[in-house]
């Protein structure tokens, strides 16, 4: 299993960003893809879920509003796009993929991380 | 601030055993099973321990996990080096309908 997201970016407050994560190594829409951000110095924070086979998302109440999940299922891609960017959002921002059996469901495949910089 | 607790720091020596709390509530740890994950600087965080007290293949079998109430906590006996990581506690929080996790524990080895 492997996640390979986009690169680094930088904003502008109140602007908008696009973090892309490309899988590999399994079939795509058999799992969700989560996403989790870090800010610096601080413990991760869930963002959402999408389900790649039916686009069916999820998202943290903090993040309802602001967040777009999407996926393409002919290049095995999900997207996250932030709107409103601020300060506050500056974190490394990781796709990741559950393991799932009928007693377990954590995060057990992660993409290497995408830092998002909003500076004005 | 994080929804799940833990002591920001902890420290042990090498060979000996170091324990790092997680502090929750009814609606995630209390009702739902904790995983515990290691991260190293400039990495994406691995997990150690899931479903409470389990081990995924690779991991030691130095780590071990346990649960009580609203509280889980992981264990790291015969503490090496390469041990030294932030550690951080995840569970389903059935109120707010999503994954929290901790603020971390930053592990030293001595």
């Known amino acids: 299993v492997q996640l390979v997201q986009s690169g680094a970016e930088v904003k502008r407050p109140g602007a908008s960003v696009r973090v892309s994560c490309k899988a590999s190594g399994y079939t795509f829409t058999d799992y969700y893809i989560h996403w989790v951000r870090q800010a610096p110095g601080q413990g991760p924070e869930w963002i959402g879920r999408i389900s790649p086979k039916s686009g069916d998302t999820k998202s943290g109440q903090k993040f309802q509003g602001r967040v777009t999940l999407t996926s393409d299922t002919s290049i095995s891609t999900v997207y996250m796009d932030l709107s409103r960017l601020n300060s506050a959002d500056t974190a490394v921002y990781y796709c990741a993929r559950p393991h799932v059996d009928y007693t377990s469901y954590y995060f057990d495949s992660w993409g290497h991380g995408t830092l998002v910089t909003v500076s004005s | 601030q994080s929804v799940l607790t833990q002591p920001p720091s902890a420290s042990g020596t090498p060979g000996h055993r170091v324990t790092i709390s997680c502090s929750g509530s009814?609606?995630?740890?209390?009702?739902?099973?904790v995983d515990w994950y290691q991260q190293f600087p400039g990495m994406a965080p691995q997990v150690v321990i899931h479903s409470n007290n389990e081990r995924p293949s690779g991991v030691p079998d130095r780590f071990s996990g346990s649960k009580a109430g609203t509280s889980a906590s992981l264990a790291i006996s015969g503490l090496q080096a390469e041990d030294e990581a932030d550690y951080y506690c995840?569970?389903?929080?059935?109120?707010?309908?999503?994954?929290?996790f901790g603020g971390g524990t930053h592990l030293i080895v001595l």
């Open positions: 009814a609606s995630n740890i209390g009702t739902n099973t």
């Open positions: 995840a569970a389903w929080d059935d109120s707010l309908s999503g994954w929290v």
